[in-house]
């Protein structure tokens, strides 16, 4: 098990208010750091142009890498592009790459990469809903294109849904794509009948929906999709925002649903990928729910007990 992380995306700054602010990767890095000491921590190199352009236009790589904003810039509503923030999104990005490029070599079965900011709703030509490159789709392509692989799953647990990862792979069914997420909620995507080439499913979840509407989703819907795909790559966008203490939604979820959810996917890992599986935290916004939600999927994934 690999964890990384760079300083830059710390200083990533969205500005006063903000919900997706740099105390977020703070409390999931110190809660991983008090649970795990013995974990092995690596700095994320920056992602290549190469890399990026797997999945975005140069038209979106020229407003994030080459604006250079001197102060903060809004990008949409709530999508901010800062002096450090082309740092921050290319580390991020370099994170998964770097670590889905370990996972494959061998070095680790698995990585969780605690990053910002996140990636989920970023599409090909599109920084929105906070993201500015989709990392988790940069993974993906890269495990495609530079490890030969033919089936890999990325799986989005965050609790709004991932319209950018389903935009970028809904034509390309070499990777599946699996969201839980609640509905009606931003961005207003992920309907059960958008189904792409047959690889995209949607579990629209309701406003107070609880575990067991969560648990049965995944055991009825999204886990027999994952099986029957055979992935030899198993993605994660962890987004913990469907935490019962989330100020942005309301599906109540209790930490243990991600250690359940993660033991799941970990389980079919182990039947058809080696056991390879790759996080990329997403979303989260509420401090100690990040830390209590970061540290029981991390210890789900990497079998380690937390201290
Ligand atoms: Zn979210």
Not at 122 to 149: E, Q
Not at 273 to 302: I, N, P, T
């Amino acid at each position: 098990m690999q964890a990384w992380t760079h300083p830059a995306c710390l200083l990533h700054d969205t500005g006063p208010g903000h919900a997706e602010r740099p105390e977020r990767l703070r409390a999931v890095l110190d809660a991983l750091h008090a649970a795990f000491p013995a974990l092995q921590w690596h700095e994320a190199p920056r992602a290549t142009r190469g890399q990026l352009l797997r999945v975005h236009t140069p038209e979106l790589l020229s407003t994030v890498l080459d604006t250079n904003p001197t102060q903060r810039v809004h990008l949409d509503a709530d999508t901010v592009l800062s002096p450090a923030s082309a740092e921050a999104a290319l580390r991020a990005a370099g994170a998964a790459v770097a670590a889905t490029d370990a996972v494959l070599h061998g070095q680790a079965d698995r990585a969780f990469c605690a990053v910002r900011p996140p990636g989920h709703h970023a599409t090909g030509d599109v920084a929105m809903g906070f993201c500015l490159f989709n990392s988790a789709a940069v993974a993906a392509a890269h495990a495609i294109a530079h490890g030969n692989l033919e089936r890999v799953a990325v799986i989005d647990f965050d609790v709004h849904h991932g319209n950018g990862t389903q935009a970028i792979f809904e034509h390309d069914p070499r990777v599946l794509y699996l969201s839980s997420h609640q509905s009606p909620l931003y961005p207003d995507s992920g309907y059960v009948e958008e189904r792409g080439e047959g690889n995209i499913f949607n579990a629209p979840l309701q406003p107070g929906a609880g575990s067991d509407a969560f648990r049965a989703a995944w055991r009825e819907r999204l886990l027999p999709a994952l099986e029957d795909f055979r992935p030899q790559l198993v993605i994660v966008s962890a987004g913990f925002d469907a935490h019962w203490r989330d100020p942005l939604a309301q599906l109540q979820l209790q930490a243990d649903d991600y250690a359940w959810v993660t033991l799941e996917l970990a389980k079919v890992a182990g039947r058809h990928a080696g056991g390879r599986m790759v996080s990329m935290l997403e979303g989260g916004y509420d401090l100690q729910a990040l830390a209590e939600c970061s540290v029981a999927h991390v210890a789900a994934l990497s079998g380690l007990e937390p201290a």
